[in-house]
Each structure stands twice: as C-alpha cells, then as structure tokens.
C-alpha cells in the first residue's frame, strides 16, 4: 500500500521501528517514551490518511469493501488521538486516560476497528481482483 501510494520507505521503517522504542522507553526512559509513542502515534496518522485515499480508490469498483478500509482508518485515527493523550499526559502530569479506559477504549478502536476492519476490506479487495497490478494506477 505504501509503495503503491508513492510514499518513502521512512514511513515503513518508523511503523517497524518505533513499537520496540515506545517499549524501551517505558523501561527506560519516559523522554524515550513520549517520543516515540508521538512519534508513532504521526506515522499511523500518516497511514490512516493514505488508507482514506485507498479507501476512496478502492470504493469505485467495491463500495462495501471501500467502506471498511474507510471506517478502518477512521478508527485507527480515533485510537491514536487516545494514544497521544495519554502519552503526553503520563510524561506531563495532566489528566490522561487511565489504564482501564484505555484498554475499554484505544485497545477496542485499534484491534476491532482498524485491525478487524482493514482485514475484512483488503481481503474483499483482494478476493475481488479489485487492486490495480504493481505499477498501475488508478
């Protein structure tokens, strides 16, 4: 998706990289932390608008399935909105979402919404012939 979208490899390398950062910060260092849960929490913003983009490319020839990729970055936007704000709240000391609201809330957006809907859209797309052949646009 993001090779055909004509982004960089950085985006790629920043969604592989900065899960294991977050972790090491929260072990190590809250600087280390903040950084890098912000940091990530901008490369999946970064994504959910290139899959918004897919989704409407994707919707021309299968609306049902452009509708879940769609909702799919919706949710995932909602869930690092969460992410952030817990993030910088923890690091700053303001009000942040406790661990159990952020398992009721950025957990479920995250895994039943963007994970559960991206794998239902792209597996429609691709059981449909939908995608265009690398190199092609749409």
Do not use: K, Q
């Not at 608008?49 to 509708?67: I, N, Q």
């Not at 970055?73 to 709240?89: D, E, K, P, R």
């Not at 809907?117 to 691709?126: M, Q, R, Y």
Request: charged fraction near 5%.
């Amino acid at each position: 998706l993001l090779v055909r979208r004509g982004h960089s490899a950085w985006l790629a390398v920043a969604l592989a990289v900065l899960p294991p950062m977050v972790g090491l910060g929260i072990t190590f260092s809250p600087g280390l932390e903040v950084f890098a849960a912000l940091a990530f929490t901008g490369a999946l913003v970064a994504l959910a608008v290139t899959l918004l983009v897919e989704a409407r490319v994707v919707s021309r020839r299968l609306p049902g399935a452009g509708v879940l990729l769609g909702a799919s970055a919706c949710f995932l936007l909602l869930g690092m909105v969460l992410g952030a704000w817990y993030a910088l709240g923890e690091y700053a000391g303001l009000p942040a979402p406790a661990i159990p609201t952020m398992v009721n809330t950025h957990a479920v957006l995250n895994g039943g919404g963007f994970g559960l809907l991206s794998v239902l859209g792209w597996w429609w797309t691709a059981y449909a012939g939908a995608l265009d052949a690398p190199g092609e646009t749409s």
